[in-house]
């Protein structure tokens, strides 16, 4: 170890500062393309052109590290599945396979570390999450085949093209295309990682460390598997360089010239031989099965989510609530009879909201919030009340407390509020726009939160001691944010993090809008994100 540091160090901080390159360009580019305060939202608006952009960026940015001087020297891994792979392949000594795997962690962290540092607020924004690596709606099985295929196909081409004596050259440039494809194809599916480094980079600071096992097991695992299947049709490895055609120094060919002394001529001399023109029909069928698993991976993705709302006022119907008051599980089961209704999320879109001023009597809600509460309070103070209550509804900002008798839920409004849509191709980022029917120049908020249902909790202590209780339509997450004008439509996004939870039953997404700093809502619209109990 001591003498690979001692020799290497160079292309050990190269490699650090190239991934660390790679890490702020991400950062940067995100943040110009996705936070709401940029200018770009409004020439950009649609989230599939983002996408391209994004992947035109970091291609680039990629294709720039690789032909840049420590790129051609270090060989511009930036990835401890590359790096891994060709220890795999013997052609990298095992203290500087450690030592690179080690710089490239390092260079992750610090690049994301260097833009928190100078934009930490936005960085940190809901929108750009860090630009952490995130399964999108088909969950981790689908996010871990989606790795796997991208890292399949990006060291295929990287072999099969780097050991191309008249391609050799363009390696890096295909390899920059890669990125940019993936990035606007698969990222819905993944969030577009390949590399555990780079996820591990972004997972640090937010402490995102649920799905961190897909990126660390499916690039390597994808790329080791392109290599086996390389050297099964008998195909020759030179270099662990992707760009080797300079006269920067190699430490790579370094380490096979000190191999080859120890093994037979005949076996040296064949190793160093280029790749024949005899194997170019297996690539062939090679190369005509990646895109079709590339394809198949990608296919159910091409569609987004979409939920919108009619012209007329939609119902927005507030639950506040806690396991720990013995009146709320009627109101409870009301509300969870409205599951089947045919006006959930066309006539009315319900949430509970649990909240932990009742928690002090000897049992903790799992699902409350104090701020919750103190939403309920700042209702309480609009309406010049002096005390919160539970079971408490709210309906389009107004306490509600004729609940009991509308079995089907409240009607939608007659008056026209305007038409409210969002859409996702992932279920993380969504797009917003509204038409408000009556546009007075007014300033908008959105608001979105995560629900899930299927609830059930053995209450141990407290008022519901011994019960059983049920619930649906709890809120998991709130968030909220600021609509920009363009034209006569109000536009904007947000992001709800799936991030642990994109197992969990009757996933569902409620979203309104209110007037800038207000509560109550003009228009309101949701719909399932995964399959309910009620089957719809």
């Not at 190369?287 to 590339?294: D, K, N």
Request: proline share 6%; with cysteine.
């Amino acid at each position: 170890m001591r003498e690979a540091l001692k020799t290497h160090w160079p292309e050990y901080l190269m490699e650090a500062a190239g991934l660390g390159i790679f890490m702020v360009s991400a950062s940067v580019f995100t943040i110009l393309l996705y936070h709401p305060g940029s200018p770009a939202l409004q020439f950009v608006p649609e989230e599939f052109p983002r996408r391209v952009l994004m992947g035109l960026a970091m291609g680039l940015t990629a294709i720039g590290i690789i032909y840049s001087p420590w790129g051609k020297q270090s060989g511009a891994h930036l990835n401890p599945a590359v790096t891994l792979t060709f220890f795999r392949l013997g052609k990298v000594a095992s203290w500087d396979a450690v030592l690179y795997v080690i710089a490239q962690f390092a260079g992750g962290v610090a690049g994301v570390s260097l833009v928190a540092a100078a934009a930490g607020k936005l960085l940190a924004h809901p929108s750009v999450n860090y630009v952490a690596t995130l399964p999108g709606s088909g969950g981790t099985g689908a996010a871990f085949l989606g790795e796997f295929v991208i890292a399949f196909i990006l060291m295929s081409v990287v072999l099969v093209v780097s050991n191309t004596q008249n391609l050799a050259r363009f390696t890096g440039m295909l390899a920059g295309a890669c990125v940019a494809a993936f990035i606007t194809f698969e990222a819905p599916i993944s969030g577009m990682s390949m590399n555990p480094a780079r996820t591990f980079g972004s997972a640090i600071l937010p402490l995102l460390w649920d799905s961190l096992w897909i990126y660390f097991l499916a690039p390597p695992l994808g790329m080791l598997a392109a290599a086996a299947v390389y050297l099964r049709l008998k195909l020759v490895v030179t270099c662990a360089k992707l760009h080797h055609q300079n006269k920067r120094r190699c430490i790579f060919c370094e380490y096979q010239a000190a191999r080859q002394k120890e093994i037979p001529l005949d076996k040296s001399t064949e190793m160093s031989l280029p790749l024949s023109e005899k194997t170019t029909p297996a690539m062939r069928v090679l190369f005509l099965c990646l895109p079709a698993m590339f394809v198949a991976t990608v296919n159910a993705q091409n569609t987004p989510l979409t939920f919108q709302s009619s012209e007329k006022q939609t119902a927005l119907i507030e639950l506040y609530t806690s396991e720990g008051c013995s009146s709320c599980p009627p109101a409870e089961t009301w509300l969870s009879r409205l599951k089947p209704s045919p006006g959930l999320w066309k006539d009315f879109v319900p949430l509970a909201f649990h909240v932990d001023y009742w928690d002090y009597l000897g049992w903790r809600d799992p699902w409350a919030s104090n701020s919750f509460s103190d939403r309920q309070r700042a209702y309480a103070k609009q309406w010049r009340s002096d005390s919160i209550y539970t079971p408490g509804f709210v309906v389009n900002g107004k306490e509600w407390r004729d609940w009991s008798g509308h079995k089907d839920g409240p009607l939608s409004g007659s008056a026209n509020a305007g038409v409210l849509t969002v859409r996702s191709s992932d279920t993380n980022r969504w797009q917003v726009s509204f038409a408000p029917s009556n546009a007075g120049g007014a300033n908008y908020e959105i608001h979105a939160t995560l629900l899930t249902g299927g609830l059930t909790s053995d209450v141990k202590a407290g008022e519901n001691r011994g019960r059983l209780l049920s619930h649906d339509f709890v809120v998991l997450k709130f968030v909220k944010a600021a609509l920009v004008r363009s034209g006569d439509v109000e536009q904007g996004e947000f992001v709800l993090n799936m991030q642990g939870n994109a197992a969990k039953r009757d996933l569902a997404l409620a979203v309104w809008i209110t007037p800038a700093g207000r509560l109550e809502p003009l228009q309101a619209t949701g719909g399932w994100l995964a399959p309910s109990v009620s089957g719809k």
